[in-house]
């Protein structure tokens, strides 16, 4: 409550109130839609090169009131980390930065009348960026919603672990199974099987484990890897149906589990398809190469909601957090072009690898053509994530985490 409360009282000004009326009337609002990796490296890239702009005003949006490091969110599952330990007040990030924060939930945006519709009143915008990263798609799978679980934000994980707790206080013999062999289904796995030692089954209906990386090698050691913690896969097959104590395979068998994970797939915020923009595959919306949505002018979309396509291969880019990044200081430096009428940057997608841990000591991984493996990726990884951490918060917030 004390952030909160710091929010409203330092930088907070609310759209119906007489305060925001002036800088409406006086300012052009740019209006950034999600405080998540793309959303809040914009806003801080954004702020950096238009703080001389007097016409200016940046206002970021967002229902929670922190920045969540949701690629260590599966660390909340086993208690290795706290919900704090991994969210970072929005307030210490932006009460000394030239911009205003508005807490709450996005319902639709009208285009042409250029007003964003929240739960707390009409926000006006002159140009936008939406940011508002993506959702579970569980693929009309029956029974996925209602009885699943995902590790989707912070306070999904933190469900999972206290429904992990009750188990265990309860003596059972948990059987715990995830939907889907990626990044996350993996990364997940390997947490709970190192640290709860519980048994663990993925499903994943490809012939290996991160079908989406493409590299045999990788596959085959991340499978050996989590069979040497106890881990079951069970691959060439899928999810049909979930029930409370159990789920049915396409092939009629049924897995008893205590608690089912679905990895499986995500898709666009509904935010874009309900506002009319133009969406393709997992509703993510289709850019051009300034990242600005096709047929919107002036409309930018950034990180899981924006279907990307690499112009010289014509694949569809992965939704990670390279990409998001990415797509962040393309769009800042286009709107600050858009403002001061200067020429935009077309952003040239560069996709520089990955690295996955698998519980605490072990990681695996490819940065710039260059294979990790063991406690060294695990290294890699920290300091990419220590180098973001930067970005967005400088050099105390970097110390604090490195200690």
């Known amino acids: 409550m004390r952030a909160l409360h710091c929010v409203e009282k330092a930088y907070m000004v609310w759209p119906d109130s007489l305060v ?10 740019l209006v950034i839609l999600g405080a998540g990796y793309g959303g809040l490296l914009t806003a801080v890239k954004l702020e950096q090169m238009s703080k001389h702009l007097e016409d200016v005003e940046i206002v970021l949006v967002d229902r929670n009131d922190y920045h969540q490091y949701l690629h260590l969110a599966y660390e909340i599952v086993t208690n290795v980390k706290k919900v704090t330990d991994i969210t970072l007040p929005l307030a210490e990030l932006l009460e000394k930065r030239k911009m205003r924060f508005f807490q709450a939930t996005v319902l639709e945006i009208d285009f042409p009348k250029k007003v964003v519709r929240t739960d707390k009143g009409d926000l006006p915008y002159h140009e936008l960026v939406i940011a508002l990263g993506s959702e579970p798609n569980y693929s009309h799978i029956k029974g996925a919603e209602e009885h699943s679980f995902c590790v989707s934000s912070v306070e999904a994980a933190a469900q999972i672990r206290d429904n992990l707790k009750k188990l265990v206080a309860q003596e059972k013999d948990i059987q715990i199974v995830i939907g889907g062999g990626g990044f996350t289904g993996v990364e997940l796995a390997g947490e709970i099987a190192e640290e709860l030692k519980c048994c663990v089954t993925i499903i994943e209906g490809s012939k290996a484990l991160l079908p989406q990386w493409g590299i045999p ?3 085959g050691k991340a499978a050996e890897v989590l069979a040497e913690m106890g881990a079951k896969i069970i691959f060439g097959k899928t999810v049909v149906e979930v029930k409370p104590d159990a789920i049915v395979l396409n092939d009629g068998s049924q897995i008893e589990c205590s608690l089912f994970v679905w990895t499986g797939g995500v898709q666009g915020s509904q935010v874009t ?4 923009l133009k969406t393709g595959k997992g509703n993510r919306v289709i850019v051009n190469k300034f990242c600005e949505a096709v047929g919107f ?4 979309v950034v990180g899981d909601c924006a279907l990307v396509v690499d112009s010289k291969t014509g694949e569809i880019l992965p939704q990670c957090i390279e990409i998001a990044l990415q797509q962040a200081e393309v769009v800042a430096k286009n709107l600050y072009a858009d403002v001061t009428e200067s020429e935009r940057t077309v952003y040239v997608p560069k996709f520089n690898g990955l690295i996955l841990a698998m519980g605490e000591k072990y990681g695996i991984g490819e940065i710039y053509g260059i294979k990790l493996e063991g406690r060294l990726a695990q290294i890699i990884k920290k300091m ?6 930067y970005q967005i918060a400088g050099v105390g917030e970097v110390f604090k985490e490195a200690v």
Request: net charge positive; no cysteine.
């Open 20 to 29: 925001f009326r002036l800088i409406r009337l006086m300012k052009k609002l």
């Open 217 to 219: 090698e990788f596959s």
């Open 273 to 276: 398809r309900k506002s009319g």
């Open 297 to 300: 002018p002036g409309v930018y």
């Open 384 to 389: 990419i994530h220590l180098h973001y951490v």
